[in-house]
Every structure is written in C-alpha cells, then in structure tokens.
C-alpha cells in the first residue's frame, strides 16, 4: 500500500497517454510514466517519492512490440525482462537482462522501466550503447527517434512528460560476438559489483559498463586504449582505466580499490575471449 493516495490512468495510445499528463499538469498534479512499477511502488511506500497519478503504458501496443521490423530490431519500453530472455531475439540483451534482479522480480521490471529508472545500474542500457542504437520517445511534440549517444548521458535525458516508447537497433549488430560479465560480491541475485558488456565490430572490441562509476556510460577514450593490440594486456588496460569517466565507486558492494581489481579482471577475461586467446 502507497502511504497517499493517486490516481491511475491506463492510455490505450502514445497520443492519449501525452495528453493525459499534459491535463494533469495543467490541474498541478504530478504524474509519472508507469511501466512494471516495482521502482515507483518501492519508492512510493517508502516515501522517496512522491507523485499524485500514474501513466501506465502497457496497454500502448507500441511499447510492448519486440520484433524486426525493416533490418531493425524494435524492442518496445513496457516488455518485461523476462519476456526478452525467453523469446532471445537479442542474445547480448538476454544476457544482460537475465542478471537483473531475480526472475520474479524480472517478470515485473520492464526494459523502458530499468532504463529510466532512478536505480542507478540500469544495465538493460549496455547492450544499446554498444549496437548505436535509436531510442523513440514520445511527448508534445510528437514522436522523436534520437541517436542513443544523443540522447543518454548516464541516463536519458527526457523532458518533462517525454517517454520511451522503443528502442531500435541494427539486425546487423545482433549477432555479432559478445560477452556480458556481471560480477557480485554478494548472492546469486543482489545488485551487480560491476557489470561489463562487450562486442566486436569489425575486429574492434566495444564496451560498456555499468556499476563502475555513479552511472552506466561508454567511452570512446577507453575503447581506444583497449584496441590498441600492439600493447601488451596489462597496458592497454591500464590505459584505459586512467580514461574512466568519473569517480569509481565505493559503497556497501565494494570498495574503490575491490572493484578496480574486479574491472581488471574482467576485462581481461572479456579481450582474451573476443581476441580469441582463451
Ligand atoms: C529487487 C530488485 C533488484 C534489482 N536489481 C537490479 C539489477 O541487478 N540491475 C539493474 O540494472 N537494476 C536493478 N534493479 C532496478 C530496476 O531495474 C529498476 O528499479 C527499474 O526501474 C524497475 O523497472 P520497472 O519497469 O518496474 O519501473 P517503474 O517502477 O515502472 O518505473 C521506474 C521509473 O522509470 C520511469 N519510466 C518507466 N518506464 C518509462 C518509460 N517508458 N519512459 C520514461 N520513463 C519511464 C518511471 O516514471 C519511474 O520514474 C532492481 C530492482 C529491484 C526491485
């Protein structure tokens, strides 16, 4: 039970579901985007966060697409994570997501809702990162596609009453060679240590990272240092963890000095793998 009362709406269409919080705004209440709720009941009964109706969007056929579609594929916001493990169109994305939470929790947590949660690791993320993928977003100004790197900087910037609708990514990148890490310290299930997902283009390892700094990210900076085969192992990742974006993280999943130990590791088990060597 949430400690106040709110209002819910389920929108059958992107067009009604704009208007509906564009109305409530107008009537001063604050409305939030609802996809598998677990992030917004949690908060909500802790008193976190508070808001006085919900957008639930699963009921917008659009969102709740998974399919190719013209050399794309287009994973809609509300799928829950589970659905994406069993029908496996992504493999790198079913890898990923598999490692959220545990599958009870999985069946409820949706793509749209782990991308755009407050919950900082939003791991679903990683695997658009490294395929370049297009996010669809819908608010008053109609339907958008935007570039992910245009549009996700350690998370989406969305305007007020913007949402995601889908993702769209290349069918070339699916079945490129991938590898997803995710460590724990703790549990089969807890919150990751670090997680590192990984694939290669054109003999060119990508990667991307969540658990490491204060928010997922991928960096052209350490993937150059990582490529660079004419070092030894031990250097290119050196080099590349001089180039980390931001402070790495030290809370109860582990210390700063644990995880850099961890992210070392990792990535070499990644390159010996995708370079073949293992
Ligand atoms: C037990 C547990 C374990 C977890 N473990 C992990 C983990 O290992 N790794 C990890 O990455 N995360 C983990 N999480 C975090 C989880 O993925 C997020 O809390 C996620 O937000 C839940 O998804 P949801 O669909 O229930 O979101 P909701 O509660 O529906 O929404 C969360 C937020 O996202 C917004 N939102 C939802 N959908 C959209 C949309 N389409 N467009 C715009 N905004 C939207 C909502 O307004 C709200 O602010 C865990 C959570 C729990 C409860």
Excluded at 120 to 126: H, V, W
Excluded at 228 to 253: F, K
Aim: with cysteine; charged share 25%.
């Amino acid at each position: 039970m949430l400690p106040f009362n709110i209002d819910y709406y389920k929108p059958k269409s992107i067009e009604e579901a704009v208007e509906l919080f564009a109305l409530l705004k107008r009537d001063h209440k604050r409305a939030l985007y609802y996809s598998g709720g677990t992030e917004i009941l949690t908060l909500g009964r802790l008193n976190l966060l508070h808001f006085d109706a919900v957008i639930d969007i699963k009921s917008v056929k659009e969102c709740l697409v998974f399919d190719f579609y013209q050399n794309r594929l287009v994973s809609g916001a509300a799928l829950p994570l589970t659905l994406i493990e069993e029908k496996n169109l992504f493999p790198l994305l079913s890898a990923v997501a598999k490692g959220v939470a545990d599958h009870t929790a999985r069946n409820k947590i949706t793509l749209g809702g782990n991308i755009c949660g407050q919950i900082f690791y939003r791991e679903a993320i990683l695997p658009f990162l490294l395929c370049d993928s297009d996010v669809v977003i819908a608010g008053e100004n109609g339907i958008e596609k935007l570039p992910i790197h245009s549009i996700f900087n350690g998370a989406l910037q969305l305007a007020e009453g913007q949402f995601v609708i889908q993702l769209l990514t290349e069918q070339a990148y699916i079945s490129m060679p991938f590898v997803s890490l995710k460590k724990r310290q703790q549990w089969e299930t807890g919150y990751p240590l670090l997680t590192v997902s990984s694939i290669k283009v054109e003999n060119r390892l990508r990667f991307a990272f969540s658990g490491v700094c204060p928010y997922p990210f991928r960096s052209k900076e350490m993937e150059d240092a990582l490529n660079q085969t004419n070092m030894s192992l031990e250097n290119r990742i050196q080099q590349a963890l001089e180039s980390l974006p931001d402070h790495v993280l030290d809370d109860i999943e582990g210390s700063r000095e644990y995880r850099l130990f961890v992210l070392k590791n990792t990535l070499e088990d990644i390159i010996l793998e995708l370079e073949g060597k293992k």
